[in-house]
């Protein structure tokens, strides 16, 4: 069996007063208790020999030669042949509690008690000796941390079955897959056989918040834990498909039996605990309620309180408009994880380290962007508008992207999430070279980028900064993580590398330096758009021969074509004269600088083709041409006839952007019905079932999409989003 209980089950409380004295009162010595199986015999015939003669059992807890505790137990485990374990309380001493586990060599446990002040706690060393030792109560509880004066939850809602309570719960995953799980339970709990209430029973009333609330609290909950492997949900049925030492519960409900009077309550490093032992916040608000339950899973993740030394306090509530998580975050706008910068700091815990380290086994998530130039994203580009994202989940991690642009001015946006964020955005724009252009960081959270340039390939990095001195009015860089978007706007004058051909769409890239109308290859001004590979006049033809089109079913036809006349005009495109594109309609530009990507969607049976662009008016340079397969590809804009104002079904998208997963809100039950993805060019990217209320767009790449949800052969809704 996994070891249960580290330093001696250490329970933190998180409270909302302030912080009290620290009680520094120096260990004991420790007591040997002998070998674990010896303190286990001692303990069973105790325990089973009181179930059989008395209602309640008991059993002595010797601490010293001199002095010993009777304790009542009211919850015990029988682990077979080789444990114990016991929770209960010390008879006839209000506000105690004991637990002890005897399992094979190792012996864990404590005994608290509050109204004293008085703590010990049971451990074995290497040689599976056991021992008890008198310590610091701050090492095990944390007390006198009471609620603000006037401080009122509301009242508990009537019990019922968890069953019928979690159909009323949004259903929201941060990180499907992820290799961990936090379950935000909203819905109420009937928690036994644990640490709490002394081993008793607890029935959690449900929470009453609404979806609205619960959506917000799970937004500051994800982002505080966007760096790692950690999946947040608010899903039961998610949450039990991990591993019990791969998972922890957070029940958010009004009832405080757990700890009276508290914020919340949580067991230090439970998360790998293999039971099923939760953490609770008993603050039903969005904001305090998120940043408790926050802390309190930092609890089961390994970490302490972040107090202060001098002033002597338990929780410190923060410098400017920062607050530690693991001390107080209620009152300030921005809290992140902390290393104990700030002026008399109590501890220097490494919280980013702590939980991402191989005790827990989450890490973090995957980079999604390059740190380096080299291997930069793209922008995605939609005319002028240019997009993307992505996350950072380290102190050292930049994101580098790349994108193209004619002369003029960039306009770029960049924002983390639009509450509850972490993340303090620093841009940097370089120039193909990888000169630095400028750095750009506003005040606040978020920021922006003006600049005029010269046609050609720029550089955009992302990366995590600190705010004013951490030491007395700010923050470093340290916890600067989380998610980001870009948006913005750049002169059309080059575009990014397109994906990789066909074979058949190679073949006609190679046909473009050597077309029929003699046209060799130029060299194009525009210095994103490559080489300009094949010219059209008007009313003439630029010709491939023997396209093959080797199976039939939708494909997707592209090129990219400027207008380097000064009459305007159209294309039209066709295949062997049999299949009409239509026509495209290209705005006079009056030199080389504006290029125009047109896509069209066709059904096409198999065979060989000549593919040609024909120029009724104008003069035309086509820089790039390809072909690709679109299996149930579906036009951006269904046609109006689709789509009744009777059939229409009103659903909302959120996070947008997304990243990992869309949830689709809807009073419509959506699960079962099918969607439909498609990018900003109308290329299918997903299609599939809706499921658990949302669909898994991780695999997407940043960018603009529409999403169109079908049922009964009806398109029903068409909704747009940013990934």
């Not at 029935?203 to 505080?224: H, Q």
């Not at 059939?647 to 039950?669: F, G, K, M, W």
Request: proline content about 5%.
């Amino acid at each position: 069996m996994k070891k249960k209980y580290q330093y001696g089950l250490s329970t933190a409380l998180l409270l909302m007063g302030l912080g009290a004295q620290a009680q520094n009162r120096p260990d004991g010595q420790p007591y040997s208790l002998g070998t674990a199986q010896s303190l286990l015999r001692q303990l069973e015939p105790q325990v089973t020999t009181g179930a059989a003669q008395r209602s309640i059992p008991t059993v002595m807890l010797r601490v010293s030669a001199a002095e010993a505790f009777t304790g009542k137990v009211n919850y015990r485990q029988d682990l077979s042949k080789t444990g114990e374990y016991v929770v209960g309380e010390i008879q006839g001493v209000p506000g105690s509690s004991f637990q002890v586990r005897v399992d094979g060599k190792e012996v864990e446990g404590n005994i608290v008690l509050r109204s004293s002040k008085k703590a010990y706690r049971y451990y074995t060393d290497a040689q599976g000796n056991a021992s008890v030792q008198e310590v610091d109560i701050n090492k095990v509880l944390c007390i006198d941390y009471n609620q603000p004066e006037g401080h009122q939850n509301p009242a508990p809602a009537s019990a019922s079955s968890t069953a019928s309570r979690a159909a009323a719960v949004v259903s929201l995953q941060s990180f499907p897959g992820a290799k961990g799980c936090v379950l935000l339970d909203f819905d109420g709990q009937y928690v036994s056989g644990t640490p709490w209430n002394n081993g008793n029973p607890i029935n959690a009333a449900p929470s009453g918040m609404s979806d609205t609330a619960i959506r917000e609290f799970w937004e500051l909950v994800s982002e505080d834990f966007r760096p790692f492997n950690l999946n947040v949900t608010t899903d039961e049925a998610v949450f039990n498909s991990y591993p019990k030492t791969m998972r922890r519960r957070c029940i958010i409900t009004p009832t405080t039996t757990a700890a009276p009077g508290a914020g919340g309550v949580a067991y230090l490093g439970s998360f790998k605990w293999n039971d099923d032992t939760p953490c609770w916040e008993f603050m039903t608000s969005a904001k305090a309620g998120g940043e408790a339950a926050s802390h309190e899973v930092g609890h089961t993740l390994g970490l302490s309180h972040d107090g202060r030394i001098s002033p002597s306090e338990g929780y410190y509530r923060g410098q400017g408009n920062w607050a530690p998580i693991m001390g107080v975050g209620y009152y300030k706008p921005i809290t992140q994880w902390s290393r104990g910068e700030y002026n008399s700091a109590n501890q220097k815990q490494d919280d980013l380290a702590i939980m991402s380290g191989s005790t827990y086994n989450l890490g973090y998530r995957t980079d999604d962007h390059s740190n380096t130039t080299a291997s930069a994203t793209s922008l995605v580009r939609s005319g002028t508008s240019l997009s993307g994202g992505g996350i950072i989940e380290r102190t050292t991690d930049q994101d580098f992207f790349v994108f193209t642009s004619g002369a003029g001015a960039i306009s770029l946006n960049l924002n983390t999430v639009a509450r509850h964020g972490n993340l303090d955005i620093l841009a940097r724009l370089y120039d193909s070279a990888g000169t630095l252009i400028g750095s750009y960081d506003a005040a606040g959270l978020n920021t922006s980028l003006s600049v005029n340039v010269a046609a050609g390939t720029y550089y955009l990095s992302v990366d995590g900064t600190g705010a004013a001195n951490p030491a007395t009015d700010g923050y470093s860089d340290y916890a600067s993580l989380g998610t980001f978007t870009i948006s913005g706007t750049a002169p059309v004058g080059g575009t990014t590398t397109p994906e990789p051909p066909t074979a058949f769409s190679k073949q006609l890239e190679a046909e473009l330096a050597d077309v029929n109308n003699g046209m060799v290859a130029e060299t194009c001004s525009d210095t994103g758009g490559g080489q300009n590979m094949g010219y059209v006049t008007a009313g003439d033809n630029l010709v491939f021969n023997a396209v093959t089109i080797p199976t039939t079913g939708t494909y997707l036809i592209e090129y990219r074509v400027a207008n380097g006349k000064t009459t305007e005009g159209t294309i039209s495109s066709n295949l062997d004269g049999t299949v009409q594109l239509g026509n495209t309609i290209i705005s006079p530009t009056g030199g080389w600088q504006t290029w125009t990507t047109v896509s069209k969607t066709v059904t096409l049976n198999a065979g060989t083709y000549n593919f040609g662009i024909y120029a009724q008016t104008g003069g035309y340079n086509i820089n790039w041409i390809r072909i690709s397969k679109a299996a149930d590809a579906l036009v951006a804009t269904p046609a109006p006839s689709q789509t009744s104002k009777a059939d229409a079904i009103a659903v909302e998208l959120y996070p947008n952007p997304a990243i990992e997963r869309l949830q689709l809100r809807s009073e419509n039950n959506l699960d079962g019905h099918q969607f439909r993805i498609v990018d900003s060019w109308g290329r299918p990217v997903a299609s599939g079932a809706i499921a658990a209320g949302g669909v898994d767009v991780a695999a997407l790449k940043p960018g603009i999409y529409t999403i169109t949800i079908v049922a009964d052969g009806k398109t029903q809704v068409i909704k747009r989003f940013f990934k």
